[in-house]
């Protein structure tokens, strides 16, 4: 009887020891009751032919190897497997920091992970710290680290730096116009990437992120003075890896309204006829235009967007006997109008008094205005 009861109190002073060092450092997350408990031993130990096996095959679903060395170790090299199962670094002294842990529980949740280091022990402490924290997941624990890997005649490789940031946006503005740009980049190792972005005013560029290696963003940007601007961006991965230059070119100009169009086409006609009428406007920022006509009797339309200096042919039916004055006025794409030209049309042409021939005919010769002028006076 004595001996059952030492026996008891041994086993319970074992489990209650082997329990202390971990739960030391994971008691912020053991009290979480949202999380399932599982036991220290959770993880399985697995070979490097196994790790290979498992992370060049997306059919027994998708690893993410952790590499839990540190930082310099990682740039020196790391396990060369394809995406999406390719490795990510989180070392060791992070899982073991309260906040670093509950970050890789967040990011990694519901994953298949594989730990690995140099020759096997931090990658074993960093499955025990998971397992005790209740990581939701599956744990690995690569056997023998990196030193087993390349042991076995495995490749590795080295990071590389994201490739330049392709820059899309408007390439002209005005002054005080918010303008919009894309920047993208891919990153080979798909690192967290970070972006710097020359606006090439006063301005003073900033790295921003991390994003994910595949991520577009986008900005808006603003330029006060008219100019020619340069906008560079480069980026970065999370090891600090620079990615060349990019560039784009932008010009900020005041926007310039379009002419008022020139109106062309017959003075006259008959009733329930069809008649072509021309139009054309030019935009000095060589913006493409539209055209608004109102055609005196009610009718008003606008047109679809054309080139500037292109002429346009209209037709137009008038029913009813009249005079009518036809207005167009055009605007640019920037919504900036012209002013209204006016067209006199007299249907049926019969009907065309005297002075609109005089009109017509004085505005092209307006040396004989003159003289009709001198005549008066
Ligand atoms: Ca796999
Ligand atoms: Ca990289
Ligand atoms: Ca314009």
């Not at 999380?35 to 998708?62: A, E, F, M, R, S």
């Not at 402490?125 to 998971?130: A, C, F, K």
Request: proline share 5%; aromatic share 12%; net charge negative.
């Amino acid at each position: 009887m004595k001996k059952i009861i030492v026996a008891t109190c041994v086993i319970g002073l074992m489990l209650v020891f082997s329990g202390l060092p971990l739960n030391a450092i994971t008691s912020g997350y053991t009290s979480e009751s949202s999380i399932p408990q599982k036991l220290n031993d959770c993880h399985i130990d697995i070979t490097v032919h196994d790790v290979w096996n498992l992370l060049n095959n997306t059919g027994n679903g998708i690893q993410i190897p952790i590499d839990v060395r540190f930082k310099y170790e990682w740039n020196e090299g790391f396990i060369d497997t394809p995406y999406p199962e390719h490795p990510r670094w989180y070392s060791l002294s992070m899982l073991k920091t309260e906040d670093g842990l509950q970050a890789f529980m967040d990011m990694y949740a519901g994953e298949d992970v594989i730990l690995y280091c140099k020759a096997g022990s931090r990658s074993l402490e960093g499955s025990q710290i998971l397992c005790d924290a209740g990581f939701i997941g599956t744990v690995y624990n690569m056997l023998g680290g990196i030193n087993a890997w390349k042991a076995g005649g495995y490749p590795i490789r080295t990071n590389t730096e994201p490739d330049a940031p392709e820059i899309n946006g408007s390439l002209k503005g005005g002054p005080g116009e918010e303008l919009t740009y894309n920047f993208s980049t891919t990153d080979a190792e798909a690192d967290g990437v970070y972006f710097w972005i020359d606006w090439n005013d006063s301005t003073t560029p900033e790295w921003t992120g991390p994003f994910a290696h595949d991520e577009e963003i986008t900005l808006t940007h603003i330029w006060e003075e008219e100019g020619t601007y340069l906008i560079k961006a480069k980026a970065k991965d999370i090891f600090d890896e620079e990615s060349e230059l990019a560039e784009l070119v932008v010009s900020i100009v005041e926007n310039q309204p379009p002419t008022a169009p020139t109106i062309d086409g017959p003075l006259g006609g008959k009733p329930g006829i069809e008649y072509e009428y021309t139009f054309i406007s030019t935009d000095l920022d060589g913006d493409p235009v539209m055209y608004s006509i109102d055609w005196g009797d009610y009718n008003t339309e606008w047109t679809e967007f054309v080139d500037s200096s292109e002429e346009i042919t209209l037709k137009h039916i008038w029913i009813e006997e009249g005079e009518y004055t036809v207005k167009a006025k055009a605007k640019d794409i920037h919504d900036a109008e012209s002013n209204w030209s006016e067209f006199e049309v007299t249907i049926p042409r019969h009907r065309l008094r005297f002075y609109l021939w005089y009109e017509w005919y004085l505005e092209r010769f307006p040396l004989l205005e003159r003289l009709f002028g001198m005549i008066k006076v």
